[in-house]
């Protein structure tokens, strides 16, 4: 009896159970893959910690160097938050860099990829980049510094922190405010607190019945007795006009940019309380109606 080669071969197959298929298939691919996950396995896991320590070491190296800076007299308090900023965005770019060099990715075609779409990017950002102009802008000319009381577009407060695309500002009566900074170098910026000394600006009326140079010289003695003004420059104290229903006595001390506002009301005060004390008058706006009687 002649055995045929194809059923012998038929037989076989049929004879092999369905667990060994499966073990030969899996030997089979495992001969495959194995030496492709033990090649770059090791890479994967060894990019991922190397992202994970690099992302820890630049917010480690952020803290450690605005504290650093924050100790140093040398630097301006304006400058910390910049610089630890752009230390930790240093840091994780090199890192990036390092993990695409794991897998065999040269950073130099990366590089003018960027390049290359840095055209496209500022177009579509217009916006945001005038606004990191800005900032750079302020950060180089520092028309004021952390905690300087500013008017800027209208808005009072203290700055609290200058980033590259916002200005960070408080007003005094403690609301936030988040300001642009191409709204900020493009508006007039008055910086309050950038001299040691300031002048109080204030007029007083009186009216046309009462003795100028008597009211002049109850203000006098008012300025006199305040230990807030300056004796230089020497405080004016004259007569700057005559309105409708006044006459108007311009007063102008000098005291340290502090004591602008406790002076103002300490003066304003203690004036008004001397003026009733020696009868005169401050008039306020006031209009007299006339009735005729129409005769027949």
Not at 74 to 102: E, K, S
Not at 135 to 143: E, S, T
Not at 151 to 160: E, L, M, S, Y
Request: charged fraction near 20%; glycine fraction near 8%; proline fraction near 4%.
């Amino acid at each position: 009896m002649i055995k045929s080669p194809v059923l012998t071969g038929l037989f076989f197959c049929k004879s092999l159970t369905k667990n060994e298929l499966m073990e030969g298939y899996f030997n089979d691919y495992s001969d495959t893959l194995m030496p492709i996950l033990v090649e770059h396995g090791l890479s994967v896991i060894g990019a991922v910690l190397l992202l994970i320590a690099g992302w820890m070491f630049a917010g480690w190296a952020k803290r450690k160097v605005v504290k650093r800076f924050s100790a140093s007299s040398n630097i301006d308090d304006t400058l910390v938050p910049i610089i630890g900023q752009t230390t930790r965005v240093f840091i994780i770019i090199v890192t990036i860099l390092a993990v695409l060099g794991q897998f065999g990715v040269e950073t130099t075609s990366i590089v003018a990829v960027l390049g290359a779409s840095a055209l496209a990017i500022g177009l579509a950002l217009q916006g945001t980049l005038s606004n990191i102009a800005a900032g750079v802008m302020l950060l180089m000319l520092r028309p004021f510094k952390v905690g300087d009381a500013v008017t800027v577009g209208g808005t009072t407060g203290k700055v609290d922190a200058i980033g590259l695309f916002t200005t960070e500002m408080r007003t005094f009566d403690n609301i936030g405010v988040s300001m642009p900074n191409s709204r900020v170098w493009g508006n007039e910026i008055q910086n309050l607190s950038r001299f040691d000394i300031r002048r109080v600006d204030m007029e007083f009326g009186i009216s046309y019945r009462d003795n100028m140079d008597k009211a002049v010289e109850i203000i006098q003695e008012v300025i006199s007795t305040q230990d807030m003004v300056l004796p230089e420059p020497e405080p004016l104290i004259t007569v700057s006009g005559l309105k409708e229903s006044s006459v108007e006595i311009r007063v102008r001390p000098w005291t340290a940019t502090k004591n602008v506002w406790p002076l103002r009301y300490a003066i304003t005060k203690r004036v008004k309380e001397r003026f009733d004390e020696e009868g005169i008058s401050i008039p306020f706006p006031q209009r007299d109606v006339h009735l005729f009687q129409k005769s027949n």
